[in-house]
């Protein structure tokens, strides 16, 4: 598609439910990043995904969070027994990010998923 | 790790007024972005720097990428209620490196 496209864009759920977040990155970009943002903070980076390279998962909180990336294309970002301290936005982006490209490409950012846990 | 400043957390300024706004950071960076975050949205790049000594205008943004490579500037000129966002510097310390961001600084206009 013409941008990164997350869904649901918003997503109220009980704590202690899992959670699925999806993310469509831009045709042909290679690489994905799933970052948080919490009320009024920054971007916490959280997974990165680059083709067909293992992800790098140093973002990730706790083993409660984890994501898959199928085909090189669409990522689930997955969050299980979810807490009230999960509630944030989550940001996905995609980026050309080609490996061993001499020029560095921005990211081009979703609308993001706003997760409240009740 | 690489860390980019930013400050203050939030800045207020009367419409009409120019606002520029500063990144630093102890490490060197290969390139230099700035984004804007409206309400309710991911954050858009609003210009990337590429060389130490650049200087980018975009409308009514100009970015300038520091000569030490550890700074950037983004000035806003004759700024409008749209104007209003958060504004993130990011930086690349290599190629193939993540994208390190700074914690943004939130801009009000006043009418």
């Known amino acids: 598609g013409a941008g990164v496209s997350q869904s649901p864009s918003n997503k109220v759920t009980e704590k202690g439910k899992d959670v699925e977040l999806r993310c469509d990155p831009i045709?042909?970009?290679?690489?994905l990043y799933w970052y948080r943002q919490s009320l009024g903070q920054g971007l916490e980076f959280l997974i990165y995904f680059q083709g067909n390279s293992a992800p790098d998962k140093s973002g990730l909180p706790s083993d409660r969070f984890s994501a898959e990336r199928t085909g090189g294309s669409v990522s689930t970002l997955t969050i299980q027994r979810t807490q009230q301290e999960d509630s944030a936005v989550y940001l996905c982006?995609?980026?050309?990010?080609?490996?061993?490209?001499?020029?560095?490409?921005?990211?081009?950012f979703g609308s993001g998923t706003r997760l409240t846990v009740v | 790790g690489q860390q980019l400043n930013q400050s203050p957390q939030s800045m207020f300024i009367q419409e009409g007024e120019d606002v520029s706004m500063n990144c630093t950071s102890s490490s060197i960076f290969n390139t230099w972005l700035w984004y804007k975050q409206d309400p309710g949205e991911g954050p858009v790049l609003l210009i990337a720097l590429y060389k130490a000594g650049e200087l980018t205008s975009n409308g009514r943004l100009t970015a300038q990428f520091g000569i030490t490579r550890k700074d950037s500037f983004l000035n806003i000129s004759a700024s409008i209620p749209s104007d209003v966002g958060i504004y993130f510097c990011?930086?690349?310390?290599?190629?193939?490196?993540?994208?390190?961001f700074g914690k943004g600084i939130t801009l009000s206009v006043r009418p």
């Open positions: 990011a930086g690349f310390t290599g190629a193939n490196s993540k994208l390190t």
């Open positions: 045709s042909g970009h290679t690489a």
């Open positions: 982006a995609s980026s050309l990010g080609l490996a061993g490209a001499t020029t560095n490409y921005g990211y081009t």
